[in-house]
């Protein structure tokens, strides 16, 4: 399946984090999305094939990488406290495919 | 702007009665619907979906309902377990896009004994 580290992250406001993401084997789509409390998942961005493609409404501060071992990281810079949120992954085989997600990184600002 | 809204944030069943979720949505572009379970400490499962040139797909004991028109969806449950229990999410997309779900805000089931 889809995994995720870690499983819970505690960072100061202005810092920086990198949250981790293993995707399903042959996967080569993989999107992220953010939780905050009492909502639903927001799109932050998507990356097919190494190459962004295609971002919600987030700050640069928010960017991404995806490498060719089935593995991706989110890094947010300059943290603010309304970054605190759930983060979860999601992988497909394609682009327009099923999203399998991960259990997520619950991120905590202080 | 929320484009996809579920107006219930809860809901208690009984055990073998139906359930039924709503969702609306004011994008007339989203052209496929989905249903994602979320248990506690786990990410979203997917359920069922149906695309906008249906109006009824059913998988089990799970239905879910278009209406194009007045741009709403619903799923229906029956008969509905206690394992059933969870926040269900409704979540919507533009093929033509392909990078993006749009997701409402959830509903927590509860289904009694």
């Known amino acids: 399946g889809v995994t995720q580290s870690p499983t819970h992250l505690i960072k100061t406001r202005g810092q920086q984090v990198t949250l981790r993401c293993s995707s399903q084997s042959g996967h080569n789509t993989v999107s992220w999305y953010q939780q905050a409390l009492g909502q639903g998942p927001q799109f932050i961005f998507q990356y097919y094939r190494e190459e962004e493609n295609g971002r919600g409404n987030f700050p640069p501060r928010f960017s991404g990488l995806q490498f060719p071992n089935d593995s991706s990281e989110l890094n947010v810079n300059a943290l603010e406290l309304d970054d605190s949120a759930l983060y979860l992954c999601a992988s497909s085989l394609g682009l327009g495919e099923k999203l399998f997600f991960g259990s997520g990184t619950q991120l905590s600002v202080l | 702007d929320q484009q996809v809204k579920q107006n219930s944030p809860s809901l208690s069943v009984q055990e073998g009665r139906i359930s039924i979720l709503n969702c609306d949505y004011t994008?007339?572009?989203?052209?496929?619907f989905l249903w994602y379970k979320k248990y506690p400490a786990e990410g979203p499962t997917f359920l069922i979906s149906?695309?906008?040139?249906?109006d009824k797909n059913e998988d089990g004991r799970f239905t879910v309902f278009l209406n194009k028109s007045a741009k709403h969806l619903s799923l229906h449950i029956v008969p509905s377990q206690p394992g059933d229990s969870a926040v269900y999410f409704c979540a919507a997309i533009n093929t033509g896009t392909a990078s993006k779900l749009t997701f409402g805000t959830g509903t927590r089931l509860q289904v009694t004994l």
């Open positions: 149906i695309s906008s040139i249906k």
């Open positions: 994008n007339s572009m989203f052209d496929y």
